[in-house]
């Protein structure tokens, strides 16, 4: 079992930074992607940033781009969300998510089924 614990979120005024962490722990822990979803109150699940763990290859959305930055500590099987400039619209509850299969079938790392592993979430709040 391979469990993903998000940290970092809270509350920010618009303009501000928060960083995110999400530690994954578990039996013989291998990701070969990591990804960062999040959803707003009455809004669908919504992709933010994807990872793959060995090259470093990462994926944003243009929503974010240029404002979130993820990037991995392979030796603390951490995965980080930098975000910066963030908006009011960014409020939403992040997760934190892992694929634990190959790319041989392929990977769109905007899709939440491209994934295997979700954490708990953690809140993020930007007031105006």
């Known amino acids: 079992q391979v469990q993903l614990v998000e940290s970092g979120g809270g509350l920010v005024q618009a303009g501000g930074s928060l960083r995110l962490s999400c530690a994954a722990s578990?039996?013989?822990?291998?990701?070969?992607?990591m990804g960062w979803f999040r959803q707003a109150p009455g809004k669908e699940r919504e992709f933010v940033a994807a990872i793959r763990w060995s090259a470093g290859t990462t994926y944003y959305p243009d929503s974010v781009k240029g404002r979130f930055t993820i990037s991995r500590d392979n030796a603390k099987n951490t995965v980080y969300l930098q975000m910066n400039s963030l908006k009011p619209e960014d409020t939403a509850v992040y997760y934190c998510?892992?694929?634990?299969?190959?790319?041989?079938?392929?990977?769109?790392?905007?899709?939440?089924?491209?994934?295997?592993?979700w954490g708990q979430g953690t809140q993020v709040t930007v007031s105006s």
């Open positions: 578990g039996r013989t822990f291998s990701s070969y992607a």
């Open positions: 998510a892992a694929r634990a299969r190959s790319f041989y079938s392929g990977y769109s790392p905007s899709a939440d089924t491209s994934y295997d592993y």
